[in-house]
C-alpha cells in the first residue's frame, strides 16, 4: 500500500469535502473553494478518523484503490496528495516569498501585472492568474522581495 496514499486527509475546523457522483471531489473552506476530478478508478470518502494523541474521532478524507497494480499504485499517492493540498489551501493558503538578489533588480505589482527589472536589455512582464495576489517590497539592503498568494498549490509553485 502507498506511503502517502494510505494516510487520512484530516478536515480542520471549517473545511467541508463534498463529492459528486462524477467523483469530483470539492473542498470548501474559509478562503474559498477548490475542486478536483479523480480518477474513476479511486474511490474517495468522507469518513472519520482516531487520532493516536487523544483518541478522539476527527472527519478525514479516506482514498483507497481497487488493485494493486502500477496505474492504481500511481495515482492512489497522488489523488491524495492533490485533496491535501486542496485542504491546505481553503484552510491557511499558500505563499511564495522570491527575493531577487542582484545589481539594480527591480520589482513592481501593477494591477495582475508582475513588472520585472532584471539585468536584461527590457523589462520583463508577468501576468498573473485571477487566483494569484503579488506585492512588491524592497528591502532596506535593496533586494526587492515578490511575495505570491494563492489558495491554489499548482498556480503558486
Not at 82 to 90: D, Q, S, T
Not at 139 to 145: N, V, Y
Request: charged share 20%; net charge positive.
Amino acid at each position: 500500500m502507498s506511503r502517502i496514499g494510505k494516510l487520512p486527509v484530516i478536515l480542520p475546523a471549517g473545511v467541508e469535502v463534498t463529492i459528486a457522483p462524477d467523483n469530483t471531489v470539492s473542498v470548501k473552506g474559509p478562503l474559498g473553494t477548490l475542486s478536483q476530478k479523480v480518477d474513476s478508478d479511486i474511490k474517495v470518502e468522507v469518513g472519520t478518523h482516531i487520532e493516536k494523541d487523544s483518541q478522539k474521532e476527527v472527519p478525514a478524507v479516506i482514498v483507497t484503490r481497487p488493485t494493486n497494480q502500477p496505474r492504481h499504485r500511481s495515482l492512489h499517492g497522488l489523488y491524495r496528495a492533490l485533496i491535501n493540498n486542496m485542504v491546505i489551501g481553503v484552510s491557511k493558503g499558500y505563499a511564495i516569498k522570491q527575493a531577487l538578489v542582484g545589481v539594480g533588480f527591480k520589482a513592481e505589482v501593477k494591477g495582475d501585472v508582475l513588472e520585472m527589472s532584471l539585468g536584461y536589455s527590457h523589462d520583463t512582464y508577468l501576468k498573473l492568474p485571477p487566483e494569484v495576489t503579488a506585492t512588491a517590497v524592497t528591502e532596506k539592503k535593496g533586494a526587492p522581495i515578490v511575495t505570491l498568494k494563492s489558495i491554489d498549490k499548482q498556480l503558486v509553485g
